[in-house]
């Protein structure tokens, strides 16, 4: 079965280190892209950035260019995010998605997603 | 930017009625980078329909897609209870993504 599994929910004070990870399994992960998708409380979805696995080459959207690092390790099959100091604003559902070619359609779409990772940052 | 805008916000029908959610985009773009997905209360999000028409795995084809330029379209026929939940339409790119802010779809 193709999926990806993401790590636990996290509890953090604002200003401390967080990395998160996503491990795909059921199919070859360094050869397909993973993007990271925030989604704030009641809110909807916004894309963060994305990573290939097999030579890290990585973007990322203008909103969170900065303020997280994206990384993949394609030996363990996983990718993260990371943030060096975290804000209560960053509190948030977190997911990771596999990026597919369709090639019926010639076109991107994410068609596997992570059950998502809840982070909470509050004093 | 390209800006995605969905509507109605929120859609409230009846099991069997046939429900019709609209992704406009500021300027024309790709068919084959627009897609929909289905985020239910507590759940990751789940891809419908890719390059605006194709229907993922597994996916009833009460569900279908269509559109081209700025207008698309996500209809579901024979609407069942467990139908109820945002819908998002998605604009993918080479180095950002934008998403719409979403449907709900209420199921009376």
Same mark, same amino acid.
């Given at each position: 079965e193709v999926q990806l599994v993401q790590s636990g929910a996290e509890l953090k004070k604002p200003g401390e280190f967080l990395k998160i990870s996503c491990k795909g399994s059921g *199919? /070859?992960?360094? #050869?397909y892209w993973i993007a990271w998708v925030r989604q704030m409380p009641g809110k909807g979805l916004e894309w963060m950035g994305i990573i290939? !696995? #097999? &030579? /890290? &080459?990585t973007r990322y959207s203008p909103s969170f260019q900065g303020q997280v690092t994206i990384s993949a390790d394609k030996s363990l099959g996983t990718a993260y995010l990371q943030w060096s100091s975290l804000k209560a604003s960053d509190s948030a559902i977190y997911y990771c998605a596999r990026r597919y070619y369709y090639y019926d359609r010639s076109g991107y779409a994410f068609d596997i997603w992570g059950q998502g990772t809840m982070i909470t940052v509050s004093s | 930017e390209i800006a995605l805008t969905q509507s109605p916000g929120t859609l409230s029908l009846s099991p069997g009625e046939r429900a019709t959610l609209s992704c406009r985009a500021s300027q024309s773009v790709s068919s084959s980078y627009l897609a929909w997905y289905q985020q239910k209360v507590g759940q990751a999000p789940r891809l +419908? =329909? *890719?390059?605006? /028409?194709g229907r993922a795995? #597994? =996916?009833? &084809?009460r569900f279908s897609g269509s559109g081209s330029g700025t207008e698309f379209t996500l209809t579901i026929s024979? +609407?069942? !209870?467990? &139908?109820s939940a945002v819908y998002y339409c998605q604009l993918y790119g080479t180095s950002r993504n934008s998403f719409g802010q979403g449907t709900k779809l209420e199921i009376k």
């Open positions: *199919y /070859s992960f360094p #050869g290939y !696995p #097999g &030579d /890290s &080459d | +419908l =329909i *890719y390059g605006a /028409s795995t #597994g =996916i009833p &084809d024979r +609407l069942e !209870p467990e &139908d």
